[in-house]
């Protein structure tokens, strides 16, 4: 089968891009030709890249990404279009679909329906978008029931898996407070400080880490001067920090599954979140999902202080994490393609 993503893909960092990667990666194992049209330009085989100017990127990766969509799907005869978010992603699925004839999935990933959805212009290409795919899946059972409850239609839940070659404990000593995380509203940074503020408050000087970048990272430094927050930016091998870290805090209320929170999980690290629909499902049967700022502070400050309780969390959430696998998940894909094609679902 010849399987087209659009989508994020790396070396752009995030959860979209690590998700396609993987996902591409165990299909090719399961015996699949997966090609990709991305954004960021990659020198990867069987990864089309579209060139496209720094303002109004969407906008031009409609047209460029049409346009060199068709002729990947007329050179490598795809069989079936998979589009990874419901913007301009699923856009570009629908038109090719439309005028390939060929047909299409989309996988919608948290934000664009927590978030974008709810905007007034980019809700109404999310919905557009929603409307034109007959095959939905979501990356977690919360986005599945929503979306069945907006569209009044079935939608497949297949979860987000985890590289366990790369997140695993280690016996390494442990260190720090960690946030992970695109520094952009979304996924609200500005609680990690307030967290961090509230826990120097009460005494601890436990150092605190921020991985990511964003348009955020200037301010987010400035106000957190003198609280011992040490900003990496971006960094490719973040197994090597959460392996460490005593506790990570996840701090966005719209994550749709988490997987920082979950490659987190798989190293033995316990995480420590703000409710969101990704953090209750991965952690709310943990309780380690809450529901305020000052509910987060204090069980940080337990962790930190009380090692049999880390020690207890650690192994917690390190078990929860076996429950996922990206082989698990390209299996479940899979077969929803071979019934698409064959049966017609």
């Known amino acids: 089968m010849n399987i087209l993503f659009i989508g994020e893909y790396p070396p752009k960092i995030g959860g979209i891009s690590t998700h396609i990667y993987y996902l591409k990666k ?14 960021s330009p990659s020198s990867e085989e069987n ?11 969407g906008f031009f990766f409609i047209i460029f990404g049409i346009i060199k969509g068709i002729i990947i799907i007329r ?12 913007t301009t992603p699923g856009l570009v699925g629908v038109f090719l679909s439309i005028l390939t004839r060929k047909k299409r999935i989309i996988t919608v990933h948290g934000s664009d329906v927590n978030v974008f959805l709810n905007k007034r212009f980019m809700g109404k290409i999310v ?20 979306l069945q409850e907006i569209l009044k239609k079935n939608i497949i839940s297949i979860p987000n898996g985890v590289d366990k070659f790369r997140f695993y404990p280690d016996n390494s000593q442990k260190k720090g407070i960690g946030f992970i995380g695109a520094l952009v509203n979304e996924k609200n940074p500005q609680a990690f400080i307030n967290i961090i503020r509230k826990i120097r408050a009460k005494g601890i000087d436990e150092p605190a880490f921020v991985i990511g970048n964003g348009y955020l990272k200037d301010e987010l ?27 990570v805090i996840s701090t966005s209320t719209t994550e749709g599954f988490g997987l920082s929170i979950l490659d987190s999980m798989a ?11 990704g953090s209750n499902y991965l952690l709310g049967d943990l309780n380690l999902s809450l529901d305020n700022e000052e509910s987060i502070t204090d069980l940080v400050e337990k962790i930190i202080k009380d090692s049999s309780l880390r020690s207890d969390l ?16 390209a299996i479940g894909v899979l077969n ?9 679902m």
């Open 47 to 57: 990864v089309y890249s579209t060139r496209l100017p720094n303002k109004f990127r």
């Open 314 to 329: 650690s192994k917690k959430v390190f078990e929860k994490s076996k429950l996922f696998s990206w082989d698990k998940c």
């Open 221 to 247: 430094e400035q106000i957190s001067s003198g609280l011992n927050i040490n900003f990496l930016g971006e960094i490719l091998d973040t197994e090597n920090y959460l392996k460490k870290f005593k506790v």
């Open 127 to 146: 919905k557009f978008v929603l409307h034109n795919h007959s095959v939905i899946i979501a990356v977690s059972p919360y986005l599945a029931d929503k």
């Open 336 to 344: 929803i393609y071979k019934d698409y094609l064959n049966k017609g």
């Open 26 to 39: 165990e299909l090719k194992n399961l015996g699949q030709n997966v090609f990709v049209l991305t954004y």
């Open 267 to 277: 190293c033995g690290t316990p995480v420590v979140s703000l409710k969101s629909p």
């Open 75 to 86: 050179k490598n005869r795809i069989d079936i279009i998979h589009s990874h978010f419901a």
